[in-house]
Structures are given as C-alpha cells and as structure tokens.
T-cell receptor
Framework: GNSVTQMEGPVTLSEEAFLTINCTYTATGYPSLFWYVQYPGEGLQLLLKATKADDKGSNKGFEATYRKETTSFHLEKGSVQVSDSAVYFC????????????FGPGTSLSVIP | NAGVTQTPKFQVLKTGQSMTLQCAQDMNHEYMSWYRQDPGMGLRLIHYSVGAGITDQGEVPNGYNVSRSTTEDFPLRLLSAAPSQTSVYFCASIPGLGSNEQFFGPGTRLTVL
C-alpha cells in the first residue's frame, strides 16, 4: 500500500541555518505530494504541494521538488527562523483515492536564537 | 468563513463514558475526515465521508461511529471510551473533485482516564 517515510526528529537548528527534512514515499501511480506544518497547539496547515514529477512547490521560503526517480519530496529552507519551529508532515494523496491522505509520522523542528 | 470548527477543545472522560466530538465546515466541501494524532505516529484516518449520507471506515475505525446528515456537519461518536482513545482528534475537509488540499480544524484533545 501507499506509505510515507520521514526523517526522525527532533531537529534542532540555530537561526539562519539551512534546513532539510527528508521525505520518501511508496505509492502506485503518480500521487500528489504535500508538506503540512503544525504550529504548537494548532491544527495542520498546508505549506506546499506538488502534483506531478519535477514540480517544485514553494511557500514562505520553503521548497520541495517532486522527484519520481528517487520517490522523494525533501523539504528545504535556506535560512530558518525561530518562528519556523513546528512539526512538519509529509503526505501523499493517490490520484485514485483523493479523499484519503497518507501522512508521515512528522518531524519536529526547533530553531534556537 | 469560519473554516473548519471543532468542539470541544479539551475533554476528559472516564472509561466507559460516551461522547460526541463535533465538527462543522462552512465552505461547502464535499469530503470530510476524522484523524487521530498520536506521538510518533503521524495522523491516522478514523472515518471519512465523500458526501452527505455517505461514510466509510479509515485505518483505525474501531470504537468510533460517524454520520453525515448534512454537508456541513460530521460528528464523531465514541461509544464507550477507553484509555487507548486518549489522543488529539482532527477533523478535515476537502473541497471535492479536482482538489486534494485538506483544511484542518484546530483539534480536540481527549483524555480518557
């Protein structure tokens, strides 16, 4: 079945450091891929998405590229801020079951001044 | 638009008690889902609905019931609460065909003693 794997956390970075959170997936066909962010005490919010191979999603300085050949969708940001401290979830939606989202376990990020 | 709303925000139950978690959306979205979030496990789908009058089971449906009598509301019922149901519960909605972005409510934190 479909699944999403994320790098283990927690991740702690200093402000202005470079961020990479790895995400790989297993799916039949060509799913849509997402990154969601959950700030403390809140629900999940869509951060960015990509719907086909080689698409790059970007938002708030974060980027991720849909790599079909490596079945990956790694999240990157060039310079993190304290306000980026949150839990990040990689997710996929199959084109044939678009009402079911498969989430990774989440990666907690703490950015220290 | 209020988006996706959930009540209550917090709830403490005793083992064996029943209760209903409320979820409503005012965006006229077709699809709605319930997830539970547990540490290290990401979000797991409990039940979902593709429209009024239509519901189906997700990954972890046991101990929960749902109904969808209107497009707006999708309540989750715990029939006889157990400590294993201690979790944070999120309701989400998707506009429908052609869109697979999920909109999440703020969550309900449930503790079963």
């Amino acid at each position: 079945g479909n699944s999403v794997t994320q790098m283990e956390g927690p991740v702690t970075l200093s402000e202005e450091a470079f961020l990479t959170i790895n995400c790989t997936y297993t799916a039949t066909g060509y799913p849509s891929l997402f990154w969601y962010v959950q700030y403390p005490g809140e629900g999940l919010q869509l951060l960015l998405k990509a719907t086909k191979a080689d698409d790059k999603g970007s938002n708030k300085g974060f980027e991720a590229t849909y790599r079909k050949e490596t079945t990956s969708f790694h999240l990157e940001k060039g310079s993190v801020q304290v306000s980026d401290s949150a839990v990040y979830f990689c997710a996929l939606v199959s084109k044939t079951s678009y009402d079911k989202v498969i989430f990774g376990p989440g990666t907690s990020l703490s950015v220290i001044p | 638009n209020a988006g996706v709303t959930q009540t209550p925000k917090f709830q403490v139950l005793k083992t064996g008690q029943s209760m209903t978690l409320q979820c409503a959306q005012d965006m006229n979205h077709e699809y709605m889902s319930w997830y539970r979030q547990d540490p290290g496990m990401g979000l797991r789908l409990i039940h979902y609905s593709v429209g009024a009058g239509i519901t189906d089971q997700g990954e972890v449906p046991n101990g929960y019931n749902v109904s969808r009598s209107t497009t707006e509301d999708f309540p989750l019922r715990l029939l006889s609460a157990a400590p294993s149901q201690t979790s944070v519960y999120f309701c989400a909605s998707i506009p429908g065909l052609g869109s697979n972005e999920q909109f999440f409510g703020p969550g309900t934190r449930l503790t079963v003693l």
